[in-house]
C-alpha cells in the first residue's frame, strides 16, 4: 500500500515544542520537493516548509525561525521541528511526498 504517515503530533502550550515526523510505505530515499503543509479548521491547506528540487529549503513567512524542516537519510524520515508554537499554529499537519497520496495528517493543538 503507497502510503505517507505523519505522525508527533500532539497538544501543547504556547512557546512549546514538538517535532513532526513523516516516513512513506517506499521509503524515503530522496528528500527533493518533500514538503510539509497544514490546514487549519475551515481554512485551506497552506505550505509550510519544503526542500526544493534542488535541495533548498524553504519556509512559509509565518513559521521562519521557529520551525526547521530535516531528514535523515538512514532512517528515511523528514522532520518539522517546531519550536515557540502559538495559537495559530494549531492545524492538522500533512507531509507531501511526490508520488505518494496525502496521508492522513496529524493533529496539532496550541493552547492553554
Known amino acids: 500500500q503507497v502510503q505517507v504517515v505523519e505522525s508527533g503530533g500532539g497538544l501543547v502550550q504556547p512557546g512549546g515544542s514538538l517535532r513532526l515526523s513523516c516516513t512513506a510505505s517506499?521509503?524515503?530515499?530522496?528528500?527533493?520537493?518533500i514538503g510539509w503543509y497544514r490546514q487549519a479548521l475551515g481554512k485551506q491547506r497552506e505550505f509550510v516548509a519544503g526542500f526544493t528540487g534542488a535541495g533548498h529549503i524553504n519556509y512559509a513567512e509565518s513559521v521562519k525561525g521557529r520551525f526547521t524542516i530535516s531528514g535523515d537519510n538512514a532512517k528515511k524520515t523528514v522532520y518539522l521541528q517546531m519550536n515557540n508554537l502559538k495559537p495559530e499554529d494549531t492545524a492538522v499537519y500533512y507531509c507531501?511526498?511526490?508520488?505518494?497520496?496525502w496521508g492522513q495528517g496529524t493533529q496539532v493543538t496550541v493552547s492553554s
Open positions: 517506499k521509503g524515503i530515499t530522496r528528500f527533493n520537493a
Open positions: 507531501s511526498v511526490p508520488g505518494y497520496p
